[in-house]
């Protein structure tokens, strides 16, 4: 079975820009959940989604969104963007609430 | 709030050598504990977990047991590989709460052949 799957892989953008981000979760899974992580850091909790609904939200500003689609998909979209949006993005999907989560490969963005 | 210190890195040991990666945690509740493993260029790995204290995790020759007198949870491995050398991040998450992971800074592992 495929694991988690995050697109695009890498993505550059400028400061002022908007970008989207995809994540497909594993087969089966219902809840997916963001994180990003700064270079040297480790990853912090942006949102999580479950079934279609936002169930948890971390400490980032209100340019951040995500939402979660009918087949368990999930977009992350950051409005404005600043240089310190620079980061790996990690998606990460659980069959159920409080079950274990999987990680994809991440989004690398860039903002210049 | 919740929150994960662990030794800063890089580590760096010969190949065979013993490894200890010192994490301690604070927590109102009764989290569970995790050990993430991140190879160059990929996403995180669960390398293994405990949900109570003294619960031992293990996998590949890796050990951690949740110490909640001392609320620690320290990664051990008693021969480590070249193929080791990865970055290791201790995590808990309170699920009587809600799914969030909080992560350490991680620890950068080099091993020498």
């Known amino acids: 079975d495929a694991g988690v799957t995050q697109s695009p892989t890498h993505l550059i953008k400028t400061r002022g820009q908007q970008v989207t981000l995809r994540c497909s979760p594993i087969?089966?899974?219902?809840?997916v959940s963001w994180y990003q992580q700064v270079l040297g850091q480790g990853p912090q909790f942006i949102f999580q989604?479950?079934?279609?609904?936002?169930?948890g939200r971390g400490n980032f500003p209100d340019r951040f969104s995500a939402r979660q689609f009918p087949n368990y998909s999930s977009e992350l979209n950051v409005n404005a963007l600043l240089l310190g949006d620079s980061a790996l993005y990690l998606c990460?999907?659980?069959?159920?609430?409080?079950?274990?989560?999987?990680f994809g490969p991440g989004t690398r963005l860039t903002v210049t | 709030g919740n929150s994960v210190t662990q030794m800063e890195g890089p580590v760096t040991l010969s190949e065979e050598a013993f490894l200890t990666i010192n994490c301690t945690y604070t927590?109102?509740?009764?989290?569970?504990l995790f050990w993430y493993v991140q190879y160059p260029g990929e996403g995180l790995q669960l390398l293994l977990k405990a949900t109570k204290a003294d619960d031992k995790g293990s996998n590949k020759g890796f050990e951690a047991t949740y110490r909640k007198e001392t609320t620690s949870f320290h990664l051990e491995k008693g021969s480590v590989q070249v193929s080791d050398s990865a970055v290791y991040f201790c995590?808990?998450?309170?699920?009587?709460?809600?799914?969030?992971?909080?992560f350490g800074k991680g620890t950068r592992l080099h091993i020498l052949p």
């Open positions: 989604y479950y079934e279609k609904e936002e169930r």
């Open positions: 927590a109102t509740g009764y989290p569970s």
């Open positions: 087969s089966g899974h219902k809840s």
């Open positions: 990460a999907s659980s069959l159920e609430l409080r079950r274990e989560q999987y």
């Open positions: 995590a808990l998450s309170d699920q009587n709460r809600d799914d969030k992971i909080i």
